[in-house]
């Protein structure tokens, strides 16, 4: 904006003639000179459910000028020179969009709806793999209702009911298993030296150093998670009883 000062006349009509010229400076010049910028506005969407995305980045290309959408997904970017501009459109989840050739006119907002396609990662294989919990009744009742072969067993929470103090008194609760010496068990009838006794899958050697047996007061009860007893032979335990 101009102004012209003119020094003839009273003081009034130096203001009346400022007045005059300034309006008359203004008219001169196009709109075009002062009022150069464009604004954009329109939605962001998902392209395949029309869902609209809050918080997607609009962004226009080679400026750091951009907006986030709405909660309506709506988003406003003002201040754009005016031309044609390329708009990037990010989001999460979504593959990123250039949008060129896109036309801001002079003192105006133009629309321009935005459509996002969600990205897909091929996955070959998704293996979950899980241990079955061991130390309630219900899992105990499932490894019986499924084993080859007889098999008998106490969880943790029983044994956590029980007033028993060593492995050997939580044996003896077992139908078929006498306790011998307060420690050696007897299965079924067959001498203590026939039993086989593993921790986690491992074997134990025997406790004694003149025979082959295994002292079960060794461990407390407390450190049990469950305690299992095979009463028959089975393919993948060792066949020294036999």
Same mark, same amino acid.
């Given at each position: ?44 969407r998902d392209k395949s459910t029309n ?10 290309? =080679? !400026? @750091? ?10 988003? *406003?970017?003002?201040?754009? &020179?005016?031309?044609? +501009? ?89 139908? =078929? !298993? @006498? ?10 009838? *067959?001498?203590?030296?026939? &039993?086989?006794?593993? +921790? ?40 020294e009883f036999a």
């Open positions: 904006m101009f102004s012209f000062l003119v020094t003839t006349g009273s003081s009034s009509s130096l203001r009346r003639w400022t007045l005059v010229w300034t309006l008359m400076v203004m008219g001169c010049f196009p709109p075009s000179l002062w009022a150069q910028t464009a604004s954009l506005t329109g939605i962001v869902e609209t995305l809050i918080g997607a980045a609009v962004l226009v290309k =080679g !400026t @750091t000028n951009g907006s986030s959408t709405d909660l309506d997904g709506k988003y *406003l970017i003002s201040g754009i &020179n005016a031309g044609k +501009v390329t708009l990037v459109v990010q989001y999460l989840g979504y593959n990123s969009l250039e949008v060129s050739g896109v036309m801001a006119s002079v003192g105006k907002t133009e629309r321009m709806d935005l459509y996002l396609d969600p990205s897909f990662t091929a996955l070959s294989e998704v293996k979950v793999e899980a241990e079955a919990l061991k130390t309630t009744v219900s899992a105990i009742q499932l490894m019986q209702k499924n084993s080859a072969s007889l098999m008998d067993g106490t969880s943790s929470d029983q044994i956590k009911k029980s007033p028993d103090r060593n492995t050997a008194d939580v044996l003896k609760r077992s139908s =078929g !298993t @006498t306790i011998q010496d307060g420690k050696y068990a007897i299965v079924r009838g *067959l001498n203590e030296r026939y &039993n086989l006794a593993l +921790v986690n899958g491992a074997m134990l050697p025997g406790s004694e150093p003149d025979k082959k047996v295994f002292s079960f007061d060794i461990f407390p009860a407390g450190m049990l998670d469950n305690l299992i007893i095979i009463k028959t032979a089975q393919p993948d335990l060792p066949g």
